[in-house]
């Protein structure tokens, strides 16, 4: 089971100089605006509760004055928790940050917690290198190590070829890489990014989302994302809480969110969405109980056609691939995997998280259905052509019942 890296408990922030007031009128009912009025205090965000594990990113979306940056900012202490806990897994114990030592928050700062800035955060006098290896400085490490550490993440965000420039000589996408190799290089095990794209030009921000996604399979970090756009939130996020008016108003994984809206302001957000950007392969897929099985019950199509076929080991593992009557092979998917190339006998296989976009890629450039495996490889179902149509026709049957043009 997942463990917990961050866990928001009921969490209050209140700015202002009357906070207990302000509390005590929210425990009354009273609404945001009445509290302002009333006591000059404003409620950043009140009773948010979400959590997200390690190795996952969350992304906390929603209007502008919704909360979401406040909420971030309390995981390195930023911003004062009024109220409730803000739990960060360290090692093996758990900190509330809202109620830790000054030394304890200050270490977590230094070594657990790091963070990405919407304005790139970079100093001008520094070169890319310097910008880097800034936090390793200010730790005092040795400096052939810093170096290291600074070269391997300049690779990482293949900028090693613009190591000696300065930031005012770099393009906004690229300054914003150097703020992701200056959080890398901290080795810090949780990113707070807070709307880190948003100032980037369309095509430089998909670009990055991208990078990003990237980067997180093979880092593995516990990463909290601000932003506004839901297009992006369900991209990256392997959790949403959406908030408005200081408050989280629906928080779960983004297939969810988009098919399963708690109210109105949740549903205009996904009202028109595309469902290549959301739906992945468990959502859609044929499971393996639902597949053809010929005579005798061993071999198993995996295609509509029969062209196709597999038996299935002990551990429900696929062997003896049959494909077009040759021995078949399987072939992971990957965004750069070249179709176009692969042998006539070759079946492409993916997990249950592969997004729908790839398995309809698959299926218009193979002719055959995408192949999904479980983590030990066991064999989990298939998407093919009708999967993908039934896929399209339930999203564009919610728009049309939610008010919205069908896709």
């Known amino acids: 089971m997942s463990q917990n890296a961050i866990r928001f408990e009921h969490v209050d922030v209140i ?69 409730g806990k803000v739990i960060v897994h360290d090692g093996n114990r758990e900190v509330d940050v809202a109620r830790c030592e000054p030394e304890t928050l200050r ?71 150097v703020g992701l190799a200056r959080a890398f290089a901290t080795e810090a095990d949780i990113l707070l990014m807070d709307e880190p794209f948003s100032a980037l030009d369309p095509l430089i921000r998909e670009h990055l ?11 593995k970090k516990t990463i909290v994302f601000v932003s506004h756009d839901l297009d992006e939130a369900l991209k990256i996020g392997s959790r949403i809480a959406i908030m408005e008016s200081g408050r989280v108003v629906q928080f779960g994984v983004p297939e969810e969110i988009i098919l399963n809206p708690v109210n109105d302001y949740v549903r205009q957000f996904v009202a028109s969405m595309n469902p290549l950007t959301v739906l992945k392969g468990g959502t859609l897929m044929r499971p393996v109980a639902d597949l053809a099985r010929e005579p005798g019950g061993t071999t198993i199509q995996l295609d509509r056609a029969g062209k196709c076929r597999c038996q299935l080991d002990a551990r429900g593992k696929p062997v003896n691939l049959i494909v077009n009557g040759k021995p078949g092979e399987m072939v992971p998917y990957a965004t750069d995997l070249d179709l176009a190339k692969l042998p006539d006998h070759a079946m492409v296989c993916g997990t249950d998280r592969t997004p729908m976009r790839a398995a309809v890629t698959v299926r218009s450039q193979t002719k055959r259905p995408l192949v999904l495996l479980g983590d030990d490889g066991e064999l989990l179902g298939v998407v093919g052509e009708h999967e993908i149509y039934r896929g399209m026709l339930r999203q564009s049957e919610y728009a049309r019942v939610n008010g919205a043009q069908p896709m």
């Open 15 to 83: 700015f202002g100089q009357n906070a207990p007031r302000a509390v005590s009128m929210l425990d009354q009912g009273q609404g945001r605006d009445a509290i302002l009025d009333k006591t000059g205090c404003l409620v950043a965000v009140h009773d948010a509760s979400v959590f997200v594990n390690e190795g996952e990113i969350l992304v906390l979306m929603g209007l502008s004055g919704s909360g979401k940056s406040s909420l971030l900012r309390c995981v390195n202490g930023l911003n004062t928790v009024t109220r």
């Open 107 to 177: 270490r977590l700062r230094r070594n657990r917690i790091s963070m990405v800035f919407q304005q790139f955060g970079l100093m001008p006098w520094l070169t890319v290198r310097d910008n880097i290896g800034f936090g390793l400085d200010v730790r005092g490490m040795d400096r052939a190590e810093r170096d290291r550490i600074v070269e391997e993440k300049i690779k990482l965000v293949r900028l090693d070829k613009f190591a000696d420039k300065f930031s005012h000589e770099l393009s906004g996408g690229m300054q914003q890489r």
């Open 209 to 219: 989302q991208d990078e990003l996604i990237e980067l997180q399979q093979k880092l």
